[in-house]
């Protein structure tokens, strides 16, 4: 599939956006279709006759199973009332079932002459019983297992162990904190609480008091109470964190992710969080836009929204000791937080979404690189506006975490550390030293007054960083102009490339004594130069200005003291004066050992000191 087409939201119906892709290229599924309990949509009314609904079911879920790979997975969230049909329309159409997964999430909508809906079935599909993601052995899709959590058994596996299929996450959006309010308590019964975005529960035993007798999610511990949301809550979409563990446990970084009801977006959110490439569906233009507007503002490696259960770092709950609880005896314990647990979670926690977005940061920047560089180094990429441009937007559809500046300097440090040896580097810069050799200078010049002007430290800084690389294009086209963006950044890149060698050559040279006497700028003729190799110096008597060498005397300095270009210079001094000499028969490799030489020799102000090292 394109990349162009994906990372995105389609509006249209479902089904004819399932059926127009590529079959067999998705990864992974999520779907929260409307439960056809006559819920009002944006533009969708939610109350189907029974057949339609089924028939119009079977050809969404149709279109799921053609899409998907054969190693693909199908999560299919829905509500009691067409749990049973749609299980079955989809095993029929071929999905094979692995788990049956409740999410309850403790406080459901209020009913008024039936159990209160407390709960959502969460179906867990693959296409092939033997071959399918799952990636049950990543720490951190395991959780601590009783053993570890409770009893600090030293049996416990330490890779904790697979969460329950009965998956106690808060609906997003909920603010205040469990309490018991129909008994009477103290303060000091509680221990602080440690997060107040907490939305999971690993144990359900830990909120035994949770479950409501009316609910009809039902969970018999061995001693219960009742506990109810003090603050109330508003919305009720799907938790990322639910979401996470769906996409955790059963699709790879890079993945195809597709969501046919894209609602609020949180499916391809998550997704865009964890690395994964997204599609969705909707059907409501308002949607696709506030949806749109949502994955915009996310980052590939962001957290996810609610704080996530622990993973082998867990508070342990405090069983206390019988007959300290005075009235309150029979009360069952509170799960308390042990501080170093807690504090440890936390800093595990840190390190773990500091790594994963660095990693996907470099793994971004990477396939980026990958996708625009069209055969030629980063180098090429970063100083060619056009692909570095190209370079920006394809890091901007990828969602990764900076700005150009930040993406370019870490395209330039991946080089520098050999990762990106596996991108075949296929194509040259067909600009030779010869077709810089007229312009040199000007690249020179406006590198040199940058640094001494302290805008940057060096060259790479300058081409990461889109401002001062426009800078530096600006003060090179004050001594060159029509100079294109490209040829003055690549000048000074080939300039410092070859600048040590020259260095090194030069000190083997030896300048002579004296020059031909200087011809004052305001009558100084380029054209009674012949067109040879050479060096010249512009200076004035108090200071040497520039030393620059070149293989045509002539046509350099027509275009370096051309009638306009000759104001730039006499605007710093109106005494400067111009000394050439010739080096016939000098080769391309060498002319720049002859420019080194003369720097050392003269010193000048506007020339780079890694010619010569001076401090």
């Not at 892709?21 to 006759?49: H, K, M, Q, T, W």
């Not at 005896?329 to 647990?341: E, L």
């Not at 692909?387 to 150009?404: A, Q, Y």
Request: proline content about 6%; hydrophobic content about 40%.
């Amino acid at each position: 599939m394109k990349d162009e087409l994906l990372n995105r939201i389609e509006l249209g119906d479902c089904i004819a956006g399932l059926n127009a892709l590529e079959a067999g290229s998705v990864d992974l599924v999520f779907a929260d279709p409307p439960f056809n309990i006559g819920y009002d949509y944006d533009v969708y009314r939610d109350r189907l006759e029974r057949d339609h609904y089924l028939a119009w079911s079977r050809d969404w879920i149709s279109g799921v199973f053609r899409a998907l790979s054969p190693r693909g997975t199908f999560w299919l969230a829905i509500g009691d009332e067409y749990a049973a049909e749609l299980k079955l329309e989809s095993q029929r159409i071929g999905f094979i079932p692995r788990s049956w997964v409740v999410w309850y999430y403790t406080f459901g909508v209020n009913c008024s002459h039936k159990f209160t809906r407390s709960h959502a079935h969460l179906f867990y599909f693959v296409k092939d019983a033997n071959d399918f993601t799952f990636r049950d052995e990543d720490l951190e899709n395991r959780i601590p297992s009783a053993r570890q959590l409770v009893y600090a058994d030293k049996r416990a596996n330490p890779r904790g162990r697979l969460p329950d299929d009965t998956w106690l996450i808060r609906p997003a959006d909920v603010v205040g904190e469990m309490v018991a309010d129909d008994e009477t308590w103290a303060p000091s019964d509680f221990a602080p609480p440690s997060d107040n975005e907490q939305t999971w529960t690993l144990r359900p035993q830990d909120l035994a008091e949770r479950f409501q007798e009316n609910e009809h999610t039902w969970y018999f511990p061995r001693v219960a109470g009742t506990f109810k949301e003090r603050a109330g809550f508003h919305g009720c979409q799907m938790p990322e964190q639910l979401l996470g563990r769906i996409i955790r446990f059963c699709s790879n970084e890079g993945d195809l992710v597709v969501d046919p009801f894209s609602g609020s977006a949180t499916t391809l959110a998550v997704a865009k969080k964890l690395g994964r490439r997204y599609l969705g569906f909707d059907v409501s233009a308002d949607y696709v836009k506030l949806g749109q507007q949502r994955l915009a503002g996310i980052r590939v490696g962001d957290r996810l929204d609610g704080s996530p259960e622990p993973t082998m770092s867990a508070p342990t709950t405090n069983v206390g000791r019988p007959g300290l609880r005075g009235p309150k005896q029979n009360k069952p314990p509170r799960a308390r937080h042990s501080g170093a647990n807690v504090n440890g979670e936390i800093r595990s926690r840190e390190k773990r979404f500091e790594r994963n977005q660095a990693k996907f940061m470099l793994r971004g920047v990477v396939e980026a690189f990958e996708r625009v560089h069209d055969g030629y180094s980063a180098d090429y990429v970063v100083a060619n506006p056009d692909l570095d441009s190209e370079f920006v937007r394809t890091c901007e559809r990828l969602g990764i975490v900076g700005d150009p500046r930040t993406w370019n300097v870490i395209l330039f440090r991946l080089r520098k550390a050999g990762k990106l040896k596996h991108i075949s580097t296929t194509r040259r810069s067909d600009v030779s030293w010869e077709d810089c050799d007229h312009f040199l200078f000007a690249s020179e010049i406006a590198l040199k007054k940058m640094l001494d002007d302290k805008l940057a430290v060096s060259l790479d800084e300058i081409l990461c960083d889109p401002d001062l690389a426009r800078e530096f294009d600006n003060r090179a086209f004050q001594f060159a102009p029509g100079l294109d963006s490209f040829m003055n950044r690549w000048g000074a890149l080939a300039l410092r490339k070859r600048a040590k060698l020259a260095r090194s050559r030069g000190a083997l040279l030896q300048a002579p004594a004296t020059l031909a006497p200087a011809t004052p700028l305001l009558r100084f003729d380029p054209d009674v130069i012949r067109g040879e190799p050479g060096v010249y110096v512009v200076a004035n008597r108090f200071q040497s200005l520039y030393v620059g060498a070149t293989l045509n005397l002539r046509e350099r300095l027509r275009n370096q003291f051309g009638q306009e270009q000759r104001m730039v210079w006499l605007n710093v001094a109106n005494d400067l004066g111009v000394q050439a000499r010739s080096f016939p028969n000098t080769r391309p490799g060498e002319i720049l050992a002859w420019q080194s030489c003369f720097v050392r020799k003269y010193r000048p102000q506007w020339n780079l000191r890694e010619l010569c090292r001076l401090k």
